[in-house]
Structure formats: C-alpha cells, structure tokens
C-alpha cells in the first residue's frame, strides 16, 4: 500500500480468484510484486530473510545504491536461517535492514 499498489489487486490474491495477479501459485496475503520491488513471502517462517541478505549483497556487487528490507517475528529468530543470515550481513556489509517484531507470541506460545 506505501508503494501504491492496487488494493483491489491486493484483496484478488487473498481470494485466489480469477484477476489474483499470482493466479492461485501463492498462499493468501504471501504477496509478491516484482514490479513494485516487492519479493515473494513465504509460509515457511524465516526462510526469506536469508534472501533478503543475498538480494542485498547483489545489488551492492552490481554496483546500484539499492537497500533490501526483510521482516520476521521474534520467535523465527529460533530459526537456523535467521543466524545464517546475520552472519551473510555482517560478513559482507551488505546493505539490507533486517527488521523482526516482537509480538511476544509465536502462534499460542509466549
Ligand atoms: C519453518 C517453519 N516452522 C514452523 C512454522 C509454523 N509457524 C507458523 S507461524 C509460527 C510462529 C511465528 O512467530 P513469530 O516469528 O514471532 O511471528 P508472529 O506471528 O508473532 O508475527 C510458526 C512456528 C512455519 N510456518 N515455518
Ligand atoms: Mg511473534
């Protein structure tokens, strides 16, 4: 939405309809929209933020001014992938904000 992107395509992939512009390949609101910068989600928790990193170490290597952003919850930070890539950032300075809410809650437990 902060990019402007169509609310009723939006609301097309969370009922998988006919316009859904993933056309039913994706899970409801794991979004994707590479037109506007945007990188799929995924149900499986954590497993892009190592993507995100690498997304980050690219656009550095390719020489552009580019910044990746990647979101998790605090209880992913349990997952393998979230320590992999801290230390991908870290190691290579790539230029990626690695953002995790703390909710205080993963599913039911606190
Ligand atoms: C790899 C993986 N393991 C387990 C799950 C099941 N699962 C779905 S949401 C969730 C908890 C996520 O908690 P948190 O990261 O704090 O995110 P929040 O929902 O609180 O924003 C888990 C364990 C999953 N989707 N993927
Ligand atoms: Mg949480």
Redesign the pocket.
């Known amino acids: 939405m902060a990019r402007d992107y169509p609310l009723v395509d939006l609301v097309n992939q969370i009922f998988s309809n006919a316009a859904d512009p993933l056309q039913g390949r994706q899970l409801p609101i794991l979004y994707s929209a590479r037109d506007y910068g945007f990188y799929s989600l995924s ?5 892009r933020i190592g993507h995100a990193v690498g997304w980050a170490m690219a656009s550095a290597y390719s020489g552009d001014d580019r910044v990746a952003i990647g979101y ?6 349990a ?1 393998g992938d979230f320590h992999e890539a801290l230390t991908f950032a870290a190691v290579y300075r790539a230029p990626v904000i690695l953002c995790v ?3 205080q ?3 039911s ?1 606190f």
């Not at 149900?43 to 497993?47: A, F, P, T, Y």
């Not at 998790?72 to 930070?77: D, R, Y």
């Open positions: 149900g499986n928790v954590g497993s998790i919850g605090e209880g992913t930070t997952e809410t703390n909710n809650w993963a599913i437990t």
